[in-house]
Every structure is written in C-alpha cells, then in structure tokens.
C-alpha cells in the first residue's frame, strides 16, 4: 500500500473515503466540525440519532455527505477526550483501518493522524499510523490457493497533518514508521513460514538479503566453521537434525566513529524445537515452528535500524538449527564444553534455547559490545509467569533494563524486569559439570536466565523472554513481531543520545490545529 503526508481542509478530499474522529458524548474532533459545518449540520443530526457515540472502538460509514467532495465519510469512535492517549490513539487507528477493508474504498485520507495526544508530536502521530495501519493490514496467505476476498486492501492512505510546516515532520515520521513496518512484516513472515521452508539455511539466506538490500555486511558459518570456534554446546543441539546448523552475523556501521562500540543483538533461531530426546507432546507441537521468532525479530530490528541508518553500529547474531530426536541426538545425561570452556549437563534436551544462546553470547565478546540484548522464546514458564502481555526482561545492568521497560513502554510493546539473584543460581547445581541446562520447575524463566548471565559477564547484558509475546493462538493466530517496535525504539533511543539528542520521548506538540489551510494537491 501507498502512504502520503499531506495537510489541507476534509471537505475538499477529493477521495473514496474521509475518516475523522468522533469523542465520546458526540463530541466532534476539528475535521470532524469541519465536516459537519459545511454540510449544514449533517453529521451531528446523525450523531443526534444515536448510530454512534463515540465510543473507543465504533464506527459509522456515511455516503453522499452534502457539499464534501468525497464518496464515504467514516467516523472513528475515540472514546472519551480526557482519556485519550496513546493506546487510545492507536486503538482508533486500528479500527478504521480494519472498517475500511471492509468497504469498497481503494483511497482514504484520515484526519485521526492530526489529533493531539498527550506528549507526542506530529513525527510520532504520523510513525504509529504507519506502524499500526501495516500490522493491521499485515496477512500471511502465502499458502492458500485462493486469497480471502472478504477483506480488501486499500491502494493508498494519505495521513494528514495539522499545518502545512509539519509536512517535513510527517514525511520524517512516516520514514520511520515504514522501516518500522518492513521490519515486522519480515519478522511475522519469518515466524509463520512452516519449519520445512524456514530452515537454518532459509533464514541465513533471507538474512543475507536483507544485508544485500542495505549495504550492510553479511556473515554466515557452517558446522564446520562453527566446530572451529568451540561452539560445542551450540553444535550439541544441531547434530539431532539433518539439517545443517547456521551462524548468521550481520553487521551495519552506521556510527559517525566507525569504532564505536556495537549495539549486538542475539536472536534465538530454532526453527523447529520438537524437544529432542525429550520429545514435546503431540499436541500443540505445531506451534514450536515459532522457535525462531527471537531471531526473526533481532532480523526485523535490524533490518529496520539499516533502513533508517541509525547512526549506531549494530550487530545481529542468530544461531540457528532444529532441535531433533535422532540417533545422534543429544542424550539428558550428556555433557558438553561451551565455547567459554564452561562444561554443561544436559538433563533436558528440551532446554536447547539456552544451550545454542550460550555459544552465542561468548561469540559476542569479539566485537567488545556496549551492549548485547538477546531475544529468545526460552520457557514456557514465561508464559506462566506473565502471560501474552508482557515480555520478560532480565538483564546484568539495572539501566539498561530501565532503558528498554522504557522503550517498550513509549510503543505499547511492553516489557517487565524479573530477577536474577544468586538464590536462583543455586538451582543449576549439577554434580558432574560446571552446571546443569536446566534448574526445575519452579522460577523455570529465571533459571533460564540466570544460565545465560554465566555467559554474558563481559559486558551489559539484557535477555528478553519473548514465549509468551512472539506470537498468538486462536482465530488470528500468528506471529506478532513483537519486541521489534521495542527493540527499534531502544535503538533509536540510543542513537538520540549519540547525536547527543534529548531523547525524542515526551517531547510536547504544539497545540490543536490552527483553521485549515488551502488544499494543495
Ligand atoms: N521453545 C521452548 C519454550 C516454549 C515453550 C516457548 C512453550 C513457547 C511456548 C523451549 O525450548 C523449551 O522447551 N523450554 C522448556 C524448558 C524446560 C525443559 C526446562 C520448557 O519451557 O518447558
Ligand atoms: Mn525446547
Ligand atoms: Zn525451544
């Protein structure tokens, strides 16, 4: 789909269909009273018979609305003005994309992009329309023989602004929100392809498309190369596989100072996790073709963060293999050297996340990183623990958490700090290696953790559980890209502070739109 920036009065939209927003109570937005005044009172006498309140959520296609130059009018609900915020905001977005696949209308210009919300400006008002318009449109039918006619994808959107001076500001938004779009259609495509297709070798050369496409350098190991680095613990786990194993490293270096210290981040690629020896039950194993979703989402994020050029260097490390019952396969009981030269017994070999991450993070220390953040969906416990609302945050370095609930916060991709103290390291006492894979069921997330950190004392660290946020069950069952909204604003926030920026959140906008200027096509 097409987007456009554009600022210029609703009534002279010649287009399909004009989307403004409506509050609670009936109260109309500015493009909304526009609209209203120069049809003589046409909207609020429909208002007035009650089709529509205003509620978060609602919306009302009108046709032939008098002396406006377009064919539909859809009021948005946006619930009460007072509480109208961010979630809200993009709440209201959703809805009127969704309602406007379900009309004939190829063209729209929405009004609800120059609303004003609580400490945000017009970049970022215009950002999250983008961002939430792809994901709402997003559909994997890669697959289907027949595409599903009951849900039409409009041509082009055009986003307005408030004054003709933000125009330079929308585009800006709009840039980033596209590149933020890119980077989760990638990661939702990378977790919902089925394990035949997105094997280690799929998603390594998908990757490497990603840093053909951006100029950004692309390395990719095989067994043997990986054998050579000691990566025993990693290799451990792919040997049950006929499929080969793959360390996938990309690198951009964007930073003014080309030795900078990177930014890695470390994706978790099992592309399918059928436990091993210690097989999964049946039911529901489908869903473990999502195994790869950290590494899926640190792709996205990547590929996102070269788009817009982040003044940063960053780095992606995706370890990636299956996990699978063979006669050379991993045995609980096993015991295997990392490449830190730790020695780890493998109890379960259903904890495989954790065995290739390890080989992964000791890989990292080679690039001498200011941070590494690694995206894995480790347990089950997780899910638990927090449900599909939050990710799990864990992390060596008590700002650096801060840094990332904060990120996830500012794009509704939230996360929350767990622990990682000693008491926990306890449980990954084993009697015959330096530790065992595996600490119980009680805190399973934590001791997940806390083996990683073994791993990870060179530098600042943070690990995101994402088992129970990489994607959902039910009728709209899928990946959902999630952390890459939280990863990318991390890095944006990060480059900010480079430029030596004040970081972009809370900044105010200015006030409510001034009368609208002249169209100008
Ligand atoms: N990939 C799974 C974790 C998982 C489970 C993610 C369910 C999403 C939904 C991981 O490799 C795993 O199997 N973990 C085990 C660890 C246990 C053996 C200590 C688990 O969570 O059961
Ligand atoms: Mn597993
Ligand atoms: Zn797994």
Not at 6 to 29: D, F, N
Request: charged share 25%; net charge negative.
């Amino acid at each position: 789909m097409e987007f456009n920036i554009k600022s210029g009065s609703p009534e002279k939209q010649r287009v399909a269909c004009v989307i403004v927003g409506v509050y609670e109570s009936r109260k109309l937005t500015f493009a909304a009273d526009l609209l209203d005044r120069i049809s003589n009172g046409f909207i609020s006498d429909v208002l007035r018979h009650g089709d529509m309140e205003g509620k978060l959520g609602s919306t009302l296609v009108l046709h032939s609305v008098p002396h406006t130059l377009c064919d539909r009018v859809m009021l948005v609900g946006l619930g009460k003005e007072r509480d109208f915020r961010a979630k809200e905001y993009r709440e209201a977005v959703r809805t009127s994309i969704k309602a406007l696949t379900q009309t004939a209308a190829g063209e729209a210009v929405s009004y609800l992009s120059e609303l004003t919300v609580k400490k945000h400006d017009v970049e970022w008002m215009i950002e999250q329309a983008a961002v939430v318009t792809l994901d709402a449109l997003y559909r994997f039918d890669r697959f289907k023989s027949k595409q599903d006619e009951s849900v039409r994808e409009p041509r082009k959107l055009t986003l307005a602004v408030p004054r003709r001076s933000d125009l330079a500001d929308g585009e800006k938004g709009l840039q980033r929100g596209l590149a933020i779009g890119n980077g989760m259609k990638l990661a939702k495509d990378l977790g919902n392809l089925p394990g035949n297709v997105c094997t280690p070798n799929y998603l390594a050369e998908e990757a490497r498309k990603v840093a053909e496409t951006f100029g950004a350098a692309a390395e990719i190991l095989g067994p043997s190369e990986i054998a050579e680095l000691g990566m025993h613990s990693f290799l451990s786990v792919a040997k049950g596989s006929v499929e080969e194993a793959r360390l996938i490293v990309l690198r951009h270096n964007g930073a003014k100072d080309k030795n900078d210290k990177p930014i890695v981040l470390v994706g978790k690629g099992i592309t399918f996790d059928s436990g091993g020896i210690s097989l999964k039950p049946g039911e529901g194993m489908d869903e473990m073709k999502y195994d790869m979703c950290g590494a899926a989402t640190v792709l996205g994020a990547f590929r996102a963060a070269v788009e817009m050029n982040l003044p940063l260097n960053v780095i992606a490390i995706v370890p990636a293999c299956e996990n699978m019952p063979n006669g050379n396969a991993n045995k609980p009981g096993d015991i295997v050297t990392s490449m830190s030269g730790q020695t780890i017994e493998i109890l379960n070999t259903d904890a495989e996340g954790r065995l290739i991450l390890c080989d992964a993070l000791t890989y990292a220390e080679r690039f001498n990183p200011a941070t590494v953040i690694d995206v894995a969906t480790l347990t089950g416990a997780c899910v638990i623990a927090l449900g599909h609302i939050a990710t799990g945050l864990y992390s060596n370095q008590d700002s650096l958490a801060r840094e990332l609930l904060a990120a996830g916060e500012e794009v509704a991709d939230r996360a929350w700090h767990m622990p990682l103290w000693d008491e926990y390291q306890e449980l990954l006492k084993s009697p015959f290696a330096d530790m065992a894979n595996i600490g119980g069921r009680p805190g399973g997330s934590i001791t997940a953790a806390c083996f990683l950190s073994r791993y990870a004392k060179a530098y600042d660290w943070a690990h995101l559980d994402i088992a129970g946020t990489a994607w959902k069950g039910g009728k709209d069952k899928g990946a959902t890209a999630r952390p890459v909204p939280l990863l990318v604003q991390f890095l944006q926030d990060r480059a900010d502070i480079a430029l030596g920026n004040v970081v972009r959140r809370g900044r105010p906008r200015r006030e409510a739109p001034e009368v609208a200027e002249d169209d100008q096509d």
